[in-house]
């Protein structure tokens, strides 16, 4: 399956599930390739930290930009398992040409509302992208909420989000946590990190789940 990870907004988590999805699908025995399309180069910069301490299990990169990333995806999903692509965070030529392949696009958001503006656009797009792959299943999920009970963004932003017929909203919601920081920085999944009963690595798992098994 080719897995994509996009949006129009910078700094939503892209990266950061890329990254913990690979780990996950690869500890379940899986050959997985993470293709990086972002010229900032941050799934491939923690795919090397991984490579130099010798991190089990291997997640192989490759970074791909251009027009040709339709085509080099349809080649490389023969090679592996599963293939889960990092795009920047604007709408460029990568994000558009992996579209073109992608069987799941996940459009990680923060529930704030200069997030949520992006999405009006993100739907016109998606409406173009299904002409030439009816497959597609565009999802749209929040990242980093508040753990404070009290703020209810996260809640607002799904009310708002369900408006858009053509995307669907994921159940799980990742809320904000430190844990994403330090793991990032060693090449690590939030799973990898912390014991399996942190909230983080629980959210994480149900995430993928939900990706991997039930959308
Ligand atoms: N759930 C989370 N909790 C706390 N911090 C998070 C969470 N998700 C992401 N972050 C942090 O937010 C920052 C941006 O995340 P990340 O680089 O994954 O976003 P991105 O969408 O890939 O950004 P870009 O658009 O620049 O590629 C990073 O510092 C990351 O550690
Ligand atoms: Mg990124």
């Known amino acids: 399956m080719i897995v994509l990870l996009g949006g129009e907004k910078g700094g939503t988590g892209k990266t950061t599930l890329a990254t913990n999805l690979a780990v996950l699908r690869a500890s379940f025995g899986k050959d ?4 990086d399309t972002d010229r900032q180069e941050s799934a491939s910069s923690w795919c090397y930290v991984r490579e130099a301490d010798n991190i089990t299990p291997r997640i192989s990169s490759v970074l791909k ?4 990333v339709r ?4 080649e490389l999903k023969s090679k592996y398992d599963d293939i889960i ?4 965070g604007r709408d460029s030529v990568e994000l558009r040409s992996a579209m073109l392949t992608a069987d ?3 459009i990680p958001m923060r529930a ?4 949520l503006w992006t999405i009006s656009r993100l739907s016109k797009l998606v409406d173009e992208v299904i002409q030439v792959n009816e497959g597609l299943r565009v999802c749209l999920m929040i ?7 009290s703020v209810k963004e996260a809640e607002e932003a799904e009310e708002y989000l369900s408006t858009f017929t053509n ?3 994921l159940k799980t919601i990742v809320k904000e946590r430190i844990a994403f920081h330090k793991a990032a920085a060693e090449g690590l999944s939030i799973t990898e990190l912390v014991p399996n009963d942190s909230k983080a690595a629980d959210e994480i798992t149900q995430l993928y789940e939900e990706i991997f098994n039930e959308i």
């Open 32 to 35: 997985v390739l993470i293709v």
């Open 65 to 68: 930009f251009g027009a040709g």
């Open 71 to 74: 085509n080099e995806l349809r």
């Open 85 to 88: 692509v990092d795009s920047g």
């Open 104 to 106: 799941v696009a996940i």
């Open 112 to 115: 704030t509302q200069f997030d």
């Open 143 to 149: 990242n980093a909420a508040s753990t404070n009970p």
């Open 167 to 169: 995307l669907r909203m």
